[in-house]
C-alpha cells in the first residue's frame, strides 16, 4: 500500500467513524484525552508521574495515529499494564507514552515527520526517567511503531534497547523503520507482528535480523467501516490477549524480560546466567531460519511465523 493510498484509507476511517461503531474494547475507546505526547508510569503502586524503580525491567507501550483525537482515545498501555500488574505482579516499570492528543495530516510526509518526532521527545522523557535501553522493551502500533525506533536510535549511547515489538507497521513506513532508522542495529531483539487483508497495514519485513508474525483478525471485511473490528486494531488487542493469557503462543511469551514475570528482582548479573536458558523455547513457535551469528538476539531467527 503506497503512502497515499494508506492516507486515504485513514480518511476513510475517519468518515466511517463520524457515522458511529463500536468503540468498546480494552485497547480503543470513546473520548479524547488530549495528551500531546507525556510518559505515564503505570506500575503497581505508582502514580502516573512517579519515578521509575531503577532495579527493574522496564516495558514501554505505546499506541499509533489516533485519526480523530477529540472523540477516541487508545487505551493499549493502560490495559495491557493493568493484566502485567495482576499476571506478574511488581516485576517492571510500566509506562506508557501517550500522544492521543495530537492531530496528524495525513499529506506531505507528516505523519512520518510526527512520528519521528514522538520518538525524539519519548527517548528525551526515557532517558530523564532513568531508564536503561538493554533492559526495556518498547511494544509500538502504527505509527507508534516508528517512535519506537525513532526512541530506540536517539538513546543509543546508552546501549541497545533489549527488544522492540512492532505491532502491524504500515508496509510503506518498512523502509523507514528497517533500513534509513535500522531498528535491528539499536534493538538486541526485533519483533514484526503484522496483520494481513483489506483491514490490515502491515508484511513480511524481509529484513536480516527481525523476527515475523503473521496475526490473522476475525473479520477482516467488518474492519473496513469498523475500527474497532480491523485486522490493524486486532494486531494490538491480540497482544493484549497475550498478557492476559501465559497459554496463547507468541506476543508477551516471546518477551525477553518475561523471565522476570512475578519474581522478586535481583541484580541483572544474577539473572543473566540464566537469561539464555529460559528462552531457548520461545515459546512453541519454530523459527524459518537462523539470525547470523552478527545479530545479537537472545533465541533468534529470521523469517515468517504464522501464528
Known amino acids: 500500500m503506497s503512502r497515499n493510498r494508506f492516507s486515504l484509507f485513514l480518511l476513510l476511517i475517519c468518515c466511517l467513524l463520524g457515522s458511529g461503531c463500536r468503540l ?82 495525513p499529506f506531505n510526509n507528516e505523519p512520518e515527520r510526527i512520528g519521528r518526532c514522538q520518538g525524539q521527545m519519548l ?36 546501549g541497545p534497547m533489549a527488544q ?22 539499536h534493538a538486541c531483539k526485533v519483533e514484526n507482528y503484522w496483520a494481513p487483508g483489506c483491514s490490515g497495514f502491515g508484511a513480511v519485513a524481509n529484513y536480516r535480523g527481525v523476527m515475523n508474525y503473521r496475526v490473522d483478525g476475525p473479520t477482516p471485511m467488518r474492519g473496513v467501516p469498523d475500527l474497532s473490528s480491523s485486522n490493524h486494531v486486532h494486531v494490538m488487542l491480540w497482544y493484549y490477549e497475550t498478557i492476559r493469557s501465559p497459554n496463547k503462543q507468541c506476543g508477551f511469551q516471546n518477551s525477553d524480560l518475561r523471565c522476570y514475570c512475578g519474581r522478586t528482582m535481583r541484580q541483572p548479573e544474577e539473572v543473566a546466567a540464566e537469561t539464555d536458558l ?17 545479530v545479537y538476539t537472545a533465541a533468534a531467527s529470521d523469517g515468517s511465523r504464522n501464528r
Request: charged residues 20%.
Open 24 to 105: 468498546d474494547t480494552p485497547v480503543l475507546q470513546r473520548g479524547g484525552n488530549g495528551r500531546m505526547g507525556v510518559l505515564l508510569n503505570y506500575s503497581c503502586g505508582a502514580h502516573p508521574c512517579d519515578a521509575i524503580d531503577p532495579a527493574k525491567p522496564t516495558i514501554v507501550f505505546t499506541h499509533g495515529w489516533n485519526p480523530l483525537p477529540k472523540r477516541i482515545r487508545t487505551t493499549f498501555a493502560q490495559s495491557s499494564a493493568r493484566e502485567l500488574r495482576c499476571r506478574c505482579g511488581d516485576s517492571y516499570n510500566l509506562l506508557s507514552w501517550d500522544w492521543n492528543g495530537v492531530k496528524v495530516r
Open 123 to 158: 527517548a528525551s522523557a526515557l532517558r530523564a526517567r532513568g531508564v536503561n535501553p538493554r533492559q526495556t522493551q518498547i511494544v509500538g502500533h502504527s505509527l507508534g511503531t516508528v517512535a519506537a525506533t525513532q526512541a530506540a536510535v536517539c538513546l543509543r549511547d546508552l
Open 164 to 185: 522492540l515489538t512492532l505491532l502491524d507497521p504500515p508496509k510503506n513506513y518498512h523502509e523507514l523503520i528497517f533500513c534509513k532508522l535500522g531498528a535491528t542495529r
Open 278 to 294: 529460559e528462552n531457548i523455547d520461545l515459546n512453541e513457535a519454530l523459527p524459518n531460519a537462523e539470525v547470523p551469528p552478527s
